[in-house]
């Protein structure tokens, strides 16, 4: 195989070397407690912890818990203890949809406003462990709504901005939710989002007692009394000062709702402690980060690289992060670089789905502008192919910027495998090393552990702080979902190879998960929405590979009788999908068949149905145990 190696750049002049790293490592294996409790010393407490983690993978004992006797407020953590030093820093610069339109807050403006927002709340009857829901753009106010719920103990729970109204509804009812956030309307690529409507939309089918709108556009929108407060109709009379709740490290902060191979989308619990431990630690060590840095990571707050990489990550260290609320193709392609260039940003961190798309169009739109401010570049989200790869180092880096391809999930609550960019030799296409005290293990399917150069499904032993404590309102499912498959471990649902410098290469979801763009879509959610049409009888999707998405959705459609696919059809199942998700879910291609390969128990061989989505003529592997054989050849036939 030819892979090519990248030293780390010679004049890249990073805080951990690779001695220090070695360090690093060495303390995490020699005393894990010491080493997790030092890493806790970033953070300021009211009562700093007596011991690390304790967990238990059992499942009559099942438990994860970090730094359990601390106590803090995270919110302290982000403003209140930089105010002395660092109050008229920039916190949050925010650059909206159209270039140059923004503004920045300081770390003064950003703590006002988010004591504003927490009296509010608490105005509101909103108290410690409420759940909050968070449906906005990526306004600095956004997260002056996240850092004010954890200021007063209440739980947010974030929702994209691109769901739709009846996920939201899905989301505010699984978490019994007393408020939301919103804002009149978002703008995207010059087009308007009406948020503060989907939301009326949503709560039609659950109301809420307080809905707080922020004016981003100005639009009219429509006010229920009693509930709906408009927020620029209050800000003035708030008070700039709130007292933080003192919180437990084990108390939740956030839920995040996130797609899996079966049924809802979970609700993905972490707490105070240890996952403000990890975002700032894993902040700190994979970015390199230095006083005078420029921090973008284009991530969502609804997202969770934007809550730990633009929001708690960031802030913990008195960073300066950048909000954009825009898309990488608008007003052009060079928006990324005309951007940097304006605000002079060191270190940018995107998607490879972005990274591809941009790819396509030539060199010319980044030679365009400067970018020399750049110092780093990260990726996250999905495998990054070594071409693009490539072409971010060499075009987007100039052959002299580190780039860290960081892997992690929603659940592990920030980086876990990743190059320190001053100390990690690259690979192209490989997220190279665990982080020092994380212990990935490669199973395979007869639940042997691999040893040396090997292919397998991605589990980790043990816990970091960062980790997920429950899924929301239903503990077993988190069990079930991630510790019973491999007994003892923590499985990832992910695919992997390690070669033979011990280098991870994660080669994708092994699970009925879809990975478009970086955003996680399970099968199941797009099914049960497509056979929700009352013309259709049942739904198989899987993914298939798109050069700039990553995966995109295929879905195998059979309809009741009488019924005939065509290009209609197709048009009412993707606004079917758009309305029931959102956008982001609809199918790329949908494919009407007569009949779906099953097996004579009535299973749906996806196997097949993958293979053929990708183009595949042959290879099926083996058919006998179809019901009927003869379907293979008629999808393939009908292969959109
Ligand atoms: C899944 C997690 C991590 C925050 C954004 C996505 C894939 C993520 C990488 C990477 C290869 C990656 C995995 C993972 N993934 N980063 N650097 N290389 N694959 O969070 O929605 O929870 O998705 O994204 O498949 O399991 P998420």
């Known amino acids: 195989m030819s892979e090519s190696v990248h030293p780390v750049p010679e004049d890249f002049n990073a805080r951990i070397g690779a001695r220090e790293l070695d360090e690093l490592n060495d303390l995490a294996n020699a005393d894990p407690d010491r080493f997790w409790l030092d890493q806790a010393r970033r953070l300021t407490w009211n009562k700093f912890p007596t011991k690390a983690g304790d967990w238990s993978f059992k499942e009559d004992d099942f438990h994860i818990q970090w730094f359990a006797d601390g106590e803090l407020n995270l919110s302290v953590n982000c403003l209140d203890r930089h105010l002395a030093e660092h109050g008229d820093r920039t916190a949050l610069i925010f650059e909206a949809d159209e270039p140059g339109e923004g503004h920045r807050w300081t770390y003064r403006q950003l703590y006002e406003e988010t004591c504003r927002f927490a009296n509010l709340l608490k105005s509101r009857g909103v108290a410690k462990g409420d759940r909050v829901m968070i449906y906005m753009p990526m306004i600095p106010e956004a997260a002056a709504a996240m850092l004010a719920c954890a200021r007063i103990g209440a739980i947010h729970s974030v929702v994209f901005g691109g769901f739709s109204p009846d996920s939201l509804a899905g989301r505010i009812a699984d978490c019994d939710a007393c408020a939301v956030i919103t804002a009149d309307e978002g703008v995207r690529g010059g087009k308007k989002i009406p948020l503060k409507r989907n939301v009326d939309t949503a709560l039609e089918t659950r109301d809420v007692p307080t809905v707080i709108v922020v004016a981003r556009t100005g639009a009219e929108v429509a006010m229920k009394d009693g509930r709906d407060i408009r927020y620029a109709d209050v800000r003035e009379g708030l008070s700039t000062e709130c007292n933080p709740e003192i919180m437990r490290a084990e108390d939740p902060l956030f839920i995040l709702y996130t797609s899996g191979s079966t049924g809802k989308p979970k609700g993905v619990v972490h707490t105070t402690g240890g996952y403000a431990t990890w975002a700032a630690t894993t902040f700190d060590w994979i970015f390199d980060y230095r006083l005078d840095d420029i921090f973008w990571c284009t991530a969502d707050i609804g997202w969770i690289t934007g809550h730990s990489y633009v929001v708690y990550g960031p802030l913990a260290n008195r960073a300066t992060s950048v909000m954009f609320d825009g898309v990488p193709n608008y007003p052009d392609f060079g928006r990324f670089w005309e951007t940097v260039d304006r605000l002079g940003v060191t ?98 399917a007869a639940h042997r552990v691999l040893e040396g150069p090997a292919s397998g499904n991605l589990c980790l032993s043990g816990s970091w702080p960062g980790q997920m404590r429950t899924v929301w309102n239903d503990h077993f499912r988190f069990f079930e979902t991630y510790f019973k498959t491999y007994s003892g471990l923590y499985f990832t649902g992910d695919g992997c190879r390690r070669d ?89 291609k949908i494919h009407f068949t007569l009949a779906l390969p099953k097996t004579r128990s009535g299973k749906i061989m996806r196997r097949i149905l993958r293979k053929i989505a990708e183009g595949a003529t042959d290879g099926f592997g083996d058919t006998s145990t179809l019901a009927d054989p003869s379907v293979v050849e008629a999808l393939l036939a009908g292969r959109q």
């Open 347 to 444: 270190i940018f961190y995107t998607a490879p789905t972005a990274i591809r798309a941009l790819m396509r169009e030539g060199d010319e739109p980044v030679k365009r502008h400067s970018r020399k401010s750049i110092r780093l570049l990260g990726t996250v989200g999905e495998p990054i192919n070594p071409e693009a790869w490539e072409w971010y180092w060499r075009v987007v880096g100039d052959g002299r910027c580190p780039v860290v391809d960081t892997w992690w999930q929603t659940e592990t609550g920030g980086i876990l495998i990743s190059p320190f960019p001053g100390a990690t030799e690259m690979k192209p296409g490989s997220a190279t090393k665990p982080l020092p005290g994380i212990h990935p293990l490669l199973v395979d």
């Open 500 to 588: 033979e410098d011990g280098y991870y290469w994660i080669t994708g979801r092994v699970d009925d998960v879809i990975n478009v763009s970086g955003h996680r879509i399970g099968t199941a959610e797009v099914e049960s929405s497509l056979v929700s049409h009352p013309k259709v009888a049942e739904a198989a999707v899987v993914g298939f590979p798109h050069d700039i998405k990553g995966q995109a959705i295929y879905a195998y459609v059979t309809l009741n009788a009488g019924e005939e696919g065509g290009d209609e059809l197709r048009k009412e199942l993707v606004q079917e999908v758009r309305h029931d998700i959102g956008a982001l879910a609809a199918p790329e």
